[in-house]
């Protein structure tokens, strides 16, 4: 069974630039998760799809993060404008819809200068 | 209000010596308990989770965690460290909506 994909892996980019991340969740993984980790942290949940509908976006800083999962699949997480402080590891997560166990994928580690 | 604190940020053990990580959780319904592993420059992998029933549960690479209520805690254990296990250990609660809380990780160093 495929994990979750996320690209890129790796990405560096100036402040106030835009960034976006792409994730592949598990095959049949109703629920979809994106996380942001900053070094020395645990995972912090930003959004929490379920299908393609938002079930929780509580710590999404709305006024720059933005994230959209089109037909209940793959997802984007998008920052514009970046600010250095944004520089962390985004983790995707994906479950079973009704399934506690979250399954994540390598992560993308941002670097803002 | 959710939360999970690992009190130890790092511990250092000898390979082939027991280990015991600490997880203390706060929680208002009946939590789900999880610990996951972190490799460097990877994903969390999933190492043993707690649903209901026996409190003691075992997990892949011999590690076991045990539910304590009367304690709010989830240790993790394992009876031998191998030089692989080297890695940053994430305790976290869930419950309802799936939403899950993380602790701040525990960095484990195996010294020969």
């Known amino acids: 069974e495929a994990g979750v994909a996320q690209s890129p892996r790796y990405k560096i980019i100036e402040k106030r630039q835009s960034v976006a991340f792409w994730c592949n969740p598990i095959s049949g993984h109703a629920t979809l998760y994106w996380y942001q980790q900053i070094l020395g942290q645990g995972p912090k949940l930003l959004i929490q799809f379920q299908n393609n509908g938002v079930v929780d976006d509580s710590q999404l800083p709305k006024d720059r993060f933005s994230a959209e999962r089109l037909k209940g699949v793959d997802s984007t997480l998008k920052i514009q404008p970046a600010k250095l402080e944004d520089s962390a590891v985004y983790l995707c997560?994906?479950?079973?819809?009704?399934?506690?166990?979250?399954?994540f994928g390598p992560g993308t580690r941002l670097t803002v200068t | 209000a959710q939360s999970v604190t690992q009190p130890d940020i790092h511990i250092t053990v000898s390979e082939g010596a027991s280990l015991e990580l600490r997880c203390n959780y706060s929680?208002?319904?009946?939590?789900?308990l999880f610990w996951y592993v972190q490799s460097p420059g990877q994903g969390l992998q999933l190492l043993l989770k707690?649903?209901?029933?026996?409190?003691l549960v075992q997990g892949i690479k011999g590690f076991e965690a045990e539910f304590k209520r009367s304690q709010s805690s989830f240790n993790l254990r394992k009876p031998s460290v191998h030089w692989s296990d080297a890695a940053e250990y994430f305790c976290?609660?869930?419950?309802?909506?799936?939403?899950?809380?993380f602790g701040t990780g525990t960095s484990l160093t195996v010294i020969p």
């Open positions: 976290a609660v869930g419950g309802d909506g799936n939403q899950f809380y």
């Open positions: 707690y649903f209901s029933g026996d409190t």
């Open positions: 929680y208002g319904a009946t939590p789900y």
């Open positions: 997560a994906s479950s079973l819809q009704g399934v506690y166990e979250q399954y």
